[in-house]
């Protein structure tokens, strides 16, 4: 089931049901807008991509195999949607299973395929995420690299967490540049392995300690906003401070930056306003949304890649509303 909300929090649409036919699920992993009038929900059991207007009425739907690439010989991959664009082009990633896993840290690439129904994908290599395997097990090693992205409206761009740089694609997959300095994240300290440690079950500890990097991420987050600036966040060991983005222009061009609210996921940013999950602490997600405020200030010092921030710079946010939907807590199942 989809339920769709204004930006106040208030209901506006609900539809879908469990089932095969148009308009019906197996399973849900997203639901994203790619323009302003339509959402586009991947259903991996299905293998399906289903678009519908914003009340609820079925546009199109189409298979997995006509906006993906065929697979080639091995072992299955794991795909998920990643973005899409009002032109009707979609962004999916697979990881590329090897045959055989080596016991310990070992990487998995991972590909991102851009297509369109009717047109060949084009396949983007290079990428990895980093994994821990265990008595035949596969987990994500503890802050190890993974691959980040983020789809605009004409671009894409993929970010690997151990570096600060951003890849920038066109979406007919085009290189089009990057920015950062490609720095790694800072060296560990013993007082950083300590720090991840004390929240690993006891019992763990051991084993988690063996396959901590030595670096920790550069980077833990990308979005992109409706008005095409990238959003990048800094990684952070400790979840109780603020978080810290920078915002870019699509050139790479640092416009300002921005500290968010220790424990506040952010999912999308539209309207100067942005909209994400925090975790209470008893577990409970809540929604929330921000409302960015623009202000004007002297000249500010260069960032740490020594990218200028100039006089701009986006340093508040107001609160405009936060809590569990109260339209889902009294909702029923799906039929």
Not at 260 to 273: D, K, N, Q, S
Not at 278 to 294: G, I, K, L, Q
Request: with cysteine; hydrophobic share 40%; net charge negative.
């Amino acid at each position: 089931m989809v339920e769709a909300f204004d930006s106040m929090g208030r209901p506006v649409a609900r539809w879908g049901r469990k089932g095969e036919g148009p308009g019906e699920f197996r399973s849900l992993m997203q639901a994203m807008a790619c323009d302003d009038e339509h959402v586009t929900v991947w259903d991996p059991a299905l293998a399906r991509l289903s678009v519908f207007t914003e009340a609820g009425a079925v546009v199109a739907e189409f298979p997995e195999a006509e906006v993906r690439a065929p697979p080639s010989a091995g072992p299955p991959r794991r795909a998920r949607l990643i973005g899409c664009s009002a032109e009707g082009v979609y962004v999916t990633s697979a990881r590329a299973l090897p045959e055989r896993f080596r016991e310990g840290v070992d990487s998995v690439a991972v590909q991102i395929e851009i297509a369109a129904p009717g047109r060949d994908p084009v396949v983007l290599d290079g990428y990895v995420e980093q994994v821990v395997m265990l008595n035949g097990q596969m987990g994500p090693r503890p802050l190890g690299t993974r691959t980040l992205f983020a789809v605009g409206r004409d671009r894409l761009y993929v970010a690997r967490t151990d570096l600060n740089r951003i890849d920038v694609f066109s979406l007919d997959g085009t290189r089009l540049g990057s920015f950062g300095d490609g720095t790694r994240g800072r060296r560990l300290t013993a007082e950083d392995r300590t720090r991840v440690l004390d929240g690993v079950r006891a019992a763990a500890r051991r084993l988690y300690a063996s396959y901590l990097p030595d670096y920790a991420p550069a980077i833990a987050q990308l979005l992109v906003d409706d008005e095409g600036r990238v959003w990048v966040r800094a990684f952070a060991l400790d979840q109780v401070e603020p978080s810290r983005w920078s915002i870019h222009a699509p050139s790479g061009e640092v416009v300002g930056v921005l500290d968010l609210p220790a424990g506040f996921e952010p999912t999308a940013v539209r309207a100067g306003r942005v909209l994400g999950v925090w975790r209470d602490e008893f577990d409970a997600d809540h929604v929330r949304v921000y409302a960015v405020e623009t202000a004007s200030g002297p000249e500010l010092p260069p960032l740490p890649d020594g990218s200028s921030v100039g006089k701009r710079i986006l340093n508040s946010i107001s609160a405009l509303w936060g809590g569990i939907l109260p339209a889902l807590q009294d909702r029923g199942p799906c039929e």
